[in-house]
């Protein structure tokens, strides 16, 4: 009874007792991630190229009010570059206790590097609200408007940098250093150094060119 129904196939062949899966490795393609998100740092090197392109256009437009050298506080943006660029080491560190498979100072390291953007970012609210208190808003020139929209593009940037890396944190603690959260840090690193790479850009195209006569 049971041999009649069996199907079968043309010809009187039986069909195959276990399906037949002819790609037998992982889904995931090997280093799709790392290329997608090389695509977006790509993308947001455009965003930023047109935000310093129309810096440099209208950098001079003071529309008779103040200029970088009457406004910019260089020693207090040196410190806010030091943190920044100091943040950039300590990932650094963190990857490599990454890679040395310790969950402990992999988290330590990446606290670190979360307390030292948020110092940034503090320093950063502290400029633009005393800008804005001594009446040298965005809307005041064409200038100040631009200024306003590039850096703080960059600090939205870092804070969404700040959200990710405490988010990654949870996943590490929760999960351990799996090979997903690796590839994830790996990201966050490359995001995290390109946002160094920009503000360099920034603090020396705006604000040390700024300040010259």
Known sequence: MSDTLAPTLPGG????AEPVFYVTGEHHPQNGTLLGFWVYLMSDCLIFACLFATYGVLGRSYAAGPSGADLF?????AVNTALLLLSSITYGFAMLEMRRNRIGAT???????GILGLGFLSLEMYEFAHLIHQGAGPQRSAFLSSFFTLVGTHGLH?????????TMMIQVQMHGLIPENRRRLMCLSMFWHFLDLIWVGV????YLMGVLP
């Open 158 to 166: 870092v804070t969404f940098g700040i959200i990710w890396l405490v």
């Open 203 to 206: 603090f020396t195209f705006v």
């Open 73 to 77: 506080d260089l020693p207090l943006v």
């Open 13 to 16: 062949a039986q069909p195959p």
């Open 107 to 113: 988290q330590l390291w990446l606290a670190v590097t």
